[in-house]
Nanobody, 115 residues
Framework: QVQLVESGGGLVQAGGSLRLSCAAS????????MGWYRQAAGNQRELVAT???????NYADSVKGRFTISRDNAKKTVYLQMNSLRPEDTAVYYC?????????WGQGTQVTVSS
């Protein structure tokens, strides 16, 4: 089992920045991909960004150029730097990790962007 704990969410004005962190613990050997999804009220969960162990990244079109994902493989931690935040970025952000074909999820952290 992999446990994921997110931190760094909160309330910010439009145009501001936040940095999310997610630390993995437990059976972390074999984690290949870590990343972030988000779910706004009334919407389905959607991809924000992912990064492989090798450093390859994948971003949703809506966040390209504004969000940056990074990983500290030694610390088994993934970060999401969010700049130029918009009200439509308001959502619960979930950390995810894929290990041997199984996806693990954190409990989520709320990000609210006021206009």
């Amino acid at each position: 089992q992999v446990q994921l704990v997110e931190s760094g969410g909160g309330l910010v004005q439009a145009g501001g920045s936040l940095r999310l962190s997610c630390a993995a613990s437990g059976s972390v050997f074999g984690i290949l991909v870590m990343g972030w999804y988000r779910q706004a009220a009334g919407n389905q969960r959607e991809l924000v960004a992912t990064q492989t162990n090798g450093g390859s990244t994948n971003y949703a079109d809506s966040v390209k150029g504004r969000f940056t994902i990074s990983r500290d493989n030694a610390k088994k931690t993934v970060y999401l730097q969010m700049n130029s935040l918009r009200p439509e970025d308001t959502a619960v952000y979930y950390c995810t990790a894929r290990r041997f074909g199984t996806d693990y999820w954190g409990q989520g952290t709320q990000v609210t962007v006021s206009s």
